[in-house]
């Protein structure tokens, strides 16, 4: 981010999003993974990573956030080195919050990122609503600065199965779920999940329950209406 850089503007970025659950245990198979696949930016959820600990991939810039005080969860989001002087990490959660947001200005308008790990269910309803309403007010600040803007994670929201949900989904629609289908409603963001056939290849389900065979979606890929149209496809 030097005085005197040259301008480096990307054409395209693909994003890679898993629920790790423990980024130790998988580095040999996420490193596989990303020398097969080739993401611009990689977002992990669930790294279990403790302290000052942090993801780290060869030819990747990262950062992570580690849960603080307590076991699980923690949230990581990396960015191809070449990029590395026109990333930056532009904002976290606080306390139990689990998000990052990173910037990328190699592309025009910015390429902003939040990486957010949700609350489960069992968290107060009060306290859902605290943490949601400050996390979409993040969201829309980066619209608000002309940044294009992608809200992506395993989110732990049930959304229903109708226009406003995954067509095919369980109908259920959670306390969580409900706050995402009003940020939905305003016509301002789009859930990628639901695109349909033409963008959503292998989906629109993204876990598979062990024990009954249930599918699901709870990784949800939401765009501001000025990214929509440069979607290309969910895998």
């Known amino acids: 981010r030097g005085k005197g850089r040259r301008n480096r503007k990307q054409k395209s970025c693909t994003v890679l999003l898993s629920n790790i659950r423990g980024f130790r245990s998988k580095q040999t198979s996420l490193n596989n993974l990303l020398k097969s696949v080739c993401p611009t930016v990689c977002s992990y959820n669930e790294t279990l990573l403790t302290g000052k600990n942090k993801v780290e991939h060869d030819g990747y810039l990262s950062f992570s956030l580690n849960r603080k005080g ?6 990581s989001t990396s960015v191809r ?3 590395r002087d026109y990333t930056v990490l532009a904002g976290e959660g606080k306390g139990e919050e689990e998000y990052l947001i990173t910037r990328l200005e190699c592309y025009s308008p910015p390429l902003t990122i939040v990486n957010s790990y949700g609350e489960q269910e069992k968290v107060g309803k009060e ?3 605290e943490r949601w309403g400050r996390l979409r007010k993040e969201m ?12 992506l994670g395993d989110q732990n929201k049930h959304v229903g199965s109708d226009h406003l949900g995954v067509e095919g989904n369980h109908s259920r629609v959670s306390r969580g779920g409900h706050l995402v289908r009003e940020l939905l409603a305003t016509g301002d963001w789009f859930m990628v999940n639901s695109m349909g056939r033409e963008v959503v290849e292998g989906g629109p389900f993204t876990r598979q329950d062990p024990a009954t065979g ?10 501001s209406k000025e990214l929509k149209p440069f979607v290309r496809k969910l895998f």
Do not use: P, T
């Open 140 to 151: 829309e600040d980066i619209r608000a600065r002309g940044e294009l803007c992608l809200l």
């Open 81 to 83: 080195q070449e990029l």
């Open 214 to 223: 249930e599918l699901s979606c709870l990784q949800l890929f939401i765009v």
């Open 70 to 75: 307590k076991q699980g969860g923690g949230v």
């Open 127 to 129: 306290e859902q609503e």
